[in-house]
Nanobody, 124 residues
Framework: QVQVVESGGGLVQAGGSLRLSCAAS????????MGWFRQAPGKEREFVAA????????YYADSVKGRFTISRDNAKNTVYLQMNNLKPEDTANYCC?????????????????WGQGTQVTVSS
């Protein structure tokens, strides 16, 4: 199993940056693909970014492409989400999740282990 805990959220002005971290427990972290999802109040959870177990492949939602970067450090059991040029519409609770699906995936149903999330609020 993998347990994940997110951190790094906060309040930032539009145009600012934040770096989210997702610390995972479990000796098999490197076997899992990882993803970031977000959920704003009154909206469904949506895909943000994903990274393969080897970090060789990444995939982004169109809404964040060019602004967000996902990365991972398997030696530290940590996944990161660097968010630049933040917009008010990026305001949401951001969760990371782990999947054993052997391809990069944006489907939240492919992810089996989820964290509680960290809140990101972007003011205009």
């Amino acid at each position: 199993q993998v347990q994940v805990v997110e951190s790094g959220g906060g309040l930032v002005q539009a145009g600012g940056s934040l770096r989210l971290s997702c610390a995972a427990s479990g000796r098999t972290f490197s076997n899992y693909g990882m993803g970031w999802f977000r959920q704003a109040p009154g909206k469904e959870r949506e895909f943000v970014a994903a990274i393969s177990w080897s970090a060789g492949n990444t995939y982004y939602a169109d809404s964040v492409k060019g602004r967000f970067t996902i990365s991972r450090d398997n030696a530290k059991n940590t996944v990161y989400l660097q968010m630049n040029n933040l917009k008010p519409e990026d305001t949401a609770n951001y969760c990371c999740a782990a999947t054993l699906v052997p391809r990069i995936t944006s489907n939240l149903w492919d992810y089996v282990y989820w964290g509680q999330g960290t809140q990101v609020t972007v003011s205009s």
